[in-house]
């Protein structure tokens, strides 16, 4: 195990040149709005045919949250894209450890396709609900604590406020 080394970005996840790529994807793998849109649509028809292949085998119901699965990159800068699904934010139900899966399921992944360099969005941030400083610290703790051939994880934030909040944890 080497050691990591985490990165914080501001800007466009699909514009980074990493070998993987993560989407905080919906369940059917089949694209959808945020940053599974957005890779869907730079990264081309490849990766909605990769995701239709894996919906036609063994995710006929979907990818279930918390898990993760490789597919080609397509026209991204990156090998491969890396799909999870985070969970839906609740006030009734701790769905942290779901959230965590995402991280440690990506890295897991990733690392046995043999990826050095990761770059994540902020699972869970967007249209799920999940409150962004509750969602940096999961992700900065969850990725800290992984055991991963993986050497940096870089996080692309989309605004300032993610920014703030994951740089008050990597500090």
């Not at 914080?8 to 945020?34: F, K, P, Y």
């Not at 799909?83 to 609740?90: D, K, L, M, Y």
């Not at 409150?131 to 989309?158: C, H, K, N, W, Y």
């Amino acid at each position: 195990m080497s050691s990591l080394t985490i990165t914080l970005v501001r800007g466009d996840i699909t514009e980074q040149h990493t070998d993987v790529i993560v989407n905080a994807a919906n369940s059917s793998l089949l694209g959808g709005g945020g940053v599974d849109g957005a890779i869907h649509r730079r990264g081309g028809p490849e990766i909605l045919e990769d995701c239709r292949k894996l919906r036609a085998s063994q995710f006929g119901r979907g990818l279930p949250t918390g898990k993760a699965v490789a597919t080609t990159a397509g026209k991204l800068h990156a090998q491969w894209v890396v799909h999870t699904v985070g969970p839906v934010f609740s006030r009734e139900e701790d769905r942290s450890q779901l959230l965590a899966s995402c991280y440690r399921e990506s890295l897991r992944v990733a690392g046995e396709l043999g990826a050095r360099t990761v770059a994540f969005p902020a699972i869970s941030t967007g249209i799920y609900g999940w409150p962004m400083d509750d969602g940096a610290r999961i992700a900065v703790e969850t990725v800290r604590d992984a055991q991963t051939s993986v050497e940096e994880v870089r996080f692309v934030l989309f605004d300032e406020q993610a920014y703030a909040a994951f740089a008050a944890r990597v500090r």
